[in-house]
């Protein structure tokens, strides 16, 4: 069983739909981040979450709405999203956020908006 | 000036060179560091931490410039499955520990 899970694998929504993305760790984290990334662009940060509480907002469009119900689940809730927000939204977890450490990454959810 | 810069190639080698990616970073209050490797169409894994005096883990040696704020990976006697990006990741100083990613240097290693 791998570390950190994510689904779905590949998404393919239209501007008017709603969506979520789902990441669990079964690494007993405390730690869980959401990363987007596009092409020949850094991963940039969106959320990060320690021990279910949101300590980073990366001034992310209120359309991306996280939801972290417990140390091992992370959503991503998707509405009215725009075709630029196409990529690759990784999900990650780490012991803690002081001092993180290595990251844990999933295998990534790979979001088309048409 | 961006947070964590680095070439993004790709670099271009025959199997069995040494190669060496830079990395450089703006803030001096930077504690961790790391490099990263993410294959194509993978999530990135963590290849080495990078301590202040340099380490070493088999072909890949890591080091540690503090006073030109930049990191460097070395790479010898390269392998085809040595193709990939490497990441370049920065934590800590300013209070804040999330780590920040470059943007990744893409190696290529041909027969």
């Known amino acids: 069983e791998t570390g950190v899970t994510q689904t779905p694998r590949h998404l393919v929504m239209g501007m008017t739909n709603k969506k979520s993305l789902k990441c669990e760790q079964h690494?007993?984290?405390?730690?869980m981040y959401w990363y987007k990334q596009s092409a020949k662009k850094p991963l940039e940060l969106m959320f990060v979450?320690?021990?279910?509480?949101?300590?980073e907002n990366n001034s992310v469009p209120s359309r991306f709405s996280p939801e972290c119900p417990n140390s091992s689940h992370l959503f991503l809730h998707l509405h009215t999203l725009q075709p630029e927000d196409s990529a690759l939204y990784l999900c990650?977890?780490?012991?803690?956020?002081?001092?993180?450490?290595?990251?844990?990454f999933g295998e990534g959810s790979r979001l088309t908006v048409l | 000036r961006k947070e964590v810069e680095q070439d993004p190639g790709p670099f271009n080698v025959p199997e069995g060179a040494t190669v060496a990616f830079n990395c450089t970073y703006s803030?001096?209050?930077?504690?961790?560091f790391f490099w990263y490797r993410q294959d194509c169409r993978k999530e990135p894994k963590l290849l080495m931490s990078?301590?202040?005096s340099g380490n070493e883990d088999g072909r890949f040696t890591a080091q540690l410039n503090r006073a030109s704020q930049y990191i460097s990976l070395l790479i010898r006697d390269s392998k085809l499955s040595d193709s990939a990006t490497y990441l370049c990741?920065?934590?800590?100083?300013?209070?804040?520990?999330?780590?920040?990613f470059g943007r990744g240097t893409s190696l290529i290693v041909h027969p």
């Open positions: 979450y320690n021990f279910k509480e949101q300590t």
């Open positions: 990741v920065v934590q800590g100083g300013g209070g804040s520990y999330i780590p920040t």
């Open positions: 690494l007993g984290h405390n730690a």
């Open positions: 990650a977890s780490s012991h803690g956020t002081a001092n993180t450490g290595e990251l844990f």
């Open positions: 803030n001096s209050a930077s504690q961790s």
């Open positions: 990078v301590y202040s």
